[in-house]
C-alpha cells in the first residue's frame, strides 16, 4: 500500500470525493440487509454464541451442519428487487468469527465445512444478476479468533487480531469485483482508531474500491451514520438499519415472528421518515438455515415494492429534508419534500367526506394531483389553508391504502408550523349564551 496519510490528510481526502461517491446512495433511499450465518440455524439471535457462553468447541459443530441452497443469494436479491430497494448489504463475517467466503486467512469458512458454499459469490453474482449495488456487512468483534479478546490488553495479540482483520477485510475488497459499501460493526474491543489502526485498514480498503462508501462503525467517522432501530435524521448523510421483527437480525421462527413483524403499512411508514429526514432505510430479512427467504417478510416487502412502483418519485431521489421532519399537515398525513416546488402527501387515513384540509402552508400552490396516476385533484387555498375538494370516498391507492397526493407550489413552499395556533387566524371567538 503507498504511504499511509495521517488522520486529517485521510479525512480531507475522503470528504473530498463524497458528493459523487454517495450520489447514488442518496438517492437510492432503501436497501436490504441479510443476516445470515450459523447462528440462523439456532433459530436464537445472531448472539446466541455470547449469550449462552457456548465454548467454542460447541459452536464450531454448527459449521458441519451450514448448508445454504446455492440459489439462496438469487431468491434475496430477487426479493430485494420486488420491493423495490435499490442496494444489498450481507454479513460476510459476524461476530462469531465464521467467514461466508472462500477465505485463506480464515480456515473457518462455508467453502471449507458444510456445503461447501462460497455464499459470498453466489450474493455478488446475485446482486449483479439484479441491478442491485453491493454491501459488505464485516464484524471487527470476533468471537472465534483467539486473540479477539485478548487484543484488548496484550499488544502482540492486537497486532496479530488486527492483521486478521485486515487481511480478512482485504479478501473481501481484491477477489469480488467491485463492491460499493463496506458496512463494519462493533468495533470491540478496541475503543479508538488508532487501537483498530482504522487509517491503514480503510485506505487499504479505498485504494481496492476507489467508489465505495464506508459508515460509521470503524471508529471512524468516514461516509455516513448507522442509527439502528431506530429512525434518527442527522444533519450529515445517515441510513437507519432496522430488524423485521424488532427481535432479531437473525433466523427467528416464521410463524411466530410473523407476529412482530412488519407490514406493508408500517415499512412505508418508515420509507417516509427516512425520505422526510433525507436519509436511508436499510430493512433486514434474516434467512432460514438452508438460506431461504423468511415466510413472514415477502407479502410485506412485495406490497411494498409494488407500491414504490406507483409513487417512487416520492420516495426515491434526493429528498430534502422537510421543513419541519415529521412535521404533520393534518395529523393523518405525513409528507416528503423534493427540496424544490413539489411536496408529496402521503395518506396513512383517507378522509371521509371527501374533503381533506391542510394547514401551515402560505406559498400559492399552482396544481394537486394524485401521484399514482396523475388525476387532478380539486382545490381552494385561503391564507394558511389548503382545501382539497371532491376526493374519491375511499383511498384510491389499491395497494396499500396509502394514496400520496402531489402538491405543485408557484415557488419554494414555506410551511410556517406556528401557523397552527387557531388564534393566529382571528375570527369570532365564542359568546355564550346570553
Ligand atoms: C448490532 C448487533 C449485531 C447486528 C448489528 C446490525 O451491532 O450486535 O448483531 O449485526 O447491530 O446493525
Known amino acids: 500500500m503507498t504511504k499511509v496519510l495521517s488522520k486529517s490528510e485521510y479525512e480531507e481526502q475522503v470528504a473530498a470525493s463524497r458528493d459523487e ?20 440455524q439456532l433459530g436464537r439471535q445472531e448472539w446466541a454464541m455470547a449469550l449462552e457462553n457456548y465454548p467454542i468447541e460447541e459452536y464450531e459443530q454448527l459449521a458441519d451442519t451450514f448448508n445454504p441452497r446455492p440459489d439462496a443469494p438469487r431468491e434475496w436479491a430477487e426479493l430485494a428487487r420486488k420491493a423495490g430497494m435499490k442496494y444489498m448489504v450481507l454479513t460476510t463475517r459476524h461476530h462469531e468469527g465464521f ?12 467453502v471449507n465445512c458444510g456445503s461447501g458454499v462460497d455464499v459470498v459469490k453466489e450474493f455478488v453474482d446475485a446482486c449483479r444478476e439484479h441491478d442491485l449495488k453491493i454491501g459488505f456487512y464485516s464484524s471487527l468483534m ?6 479477539g479478546w485478548k487484543c484488548a490488553f496484550d499488544s502482540k495479540a492486537r497486532a496479530r487480531f488486527t492483521d486478521y482483520i485486515y487481511a480478512l477485510n482485504r479478501e473481501l475488497v481484491s477477489n469480488y469485483g467491485k463492491i460499493d459499501i463496506m458496512w463494519y460493526d462493533v468495533p470491540a ?10 487509517l491503514e485498514l480503510n485506505q487499504m480498503v479505498r485504494e481496492h474500491q476507489p467508489h465505495i462508501i464506508i459508515n460509521n462503525r470503524s471508529k471512524l467517522e468516514e461516509d455516513y451514520a448507522t442509527p439502528e432501530e431506530r429512525i434518527q435524521a442527522d444533519d450529515r448523510d445517515w441510513e437507519a438499519c432496522m430488524t423485521f421483527n424488532d427481535i432479531s437480525w ?37 434467512p432460514a438455515p438452508d438460506g431461504s427467504v423468511p415466510e413472514e ?22 429528498k430534502a429534508k422537510t421543513l419541519h421532519a415529521r412535521v404533520t399537515t393534518n395529523g393523518i398525513c405525513d409528507y416528503t419534500w423534493d427540496g424544490g416546488k413539489n411536496i408529496y402527501i402521503w395518506n396513512w387515513i383517507w378522509p371521509a367526506g371527501g374533503r381533506m384540509t391542510l394547514g401551515g402552508f402560505t406559498t400559492s400552490l399552482k396544481k394537486v394531483s394524485l401521484l399514482q396516476d396523475g388525476t387532478d385533484v380539486d382545490f381552494v387555498q385561503k391564507g394558511h389553508r389548503i382545501f382539497l375538494e371532491n376526493l ?12 400520496v397526493i402531489k402538491l405543485e407550489f408557484d415557488d419554494v413552499p414555506v410551511f410556517r408550523r406556528a401557523s397552527y395556533y387557531p388564534q393566529l387566524h382571528g375570527g369570532r371567538s365564542y359568546k355564550p349564551q346570553s
Open 189 to 198: 474491543p478496541m475503543e479508538s482508531w488508532e487501537g483498530w489502526n482504522t
Open 99 to 110: 467467514s461466508l467466503w472462500d477465505s485463506e486467512v480464515n480456515p473457518y469458512n462455508s
Open 142 to 147: 470476533d468471537w472465534h479468533h483467539p486473540d
Open 297 to 318: 417478510t415477502v407479502e410485506p416487502l412485495s406490497t411494498v415494492g409494488q407500491w414504490i412502483g406507483a409513487n417512487g418519485e416520492a420516495v426515491y431521489g434526493r
Open 21 to 40: 461517491r454517495m450520489e447514488w446512495w442518496r438517492a437510492a433511499r432503501f436497501g436490504m440487509f441479510v443476516h445470515y450465518g450459523l447462528y440462523s
Open 250 to 286: 437473525g433466523y427467528v421462527d416464521s410463524r411466530q415472528a410473523a407476529a412482530y413483524s412488519y407490514n406493508a403499512q408500517r415499512i412505508l411508514r418508515m420509507l417516509n421518515e427516512v425520505a422526510a429526514g433525507s436519509g436511508n432505510l436499510l430493512l433486514n430479512i434474516g
Open 392 to 403: 374519491p370516498e375511499t383511498s384510491p391507492d389499491t395497494i396499500a391504502g396509502v394514496a
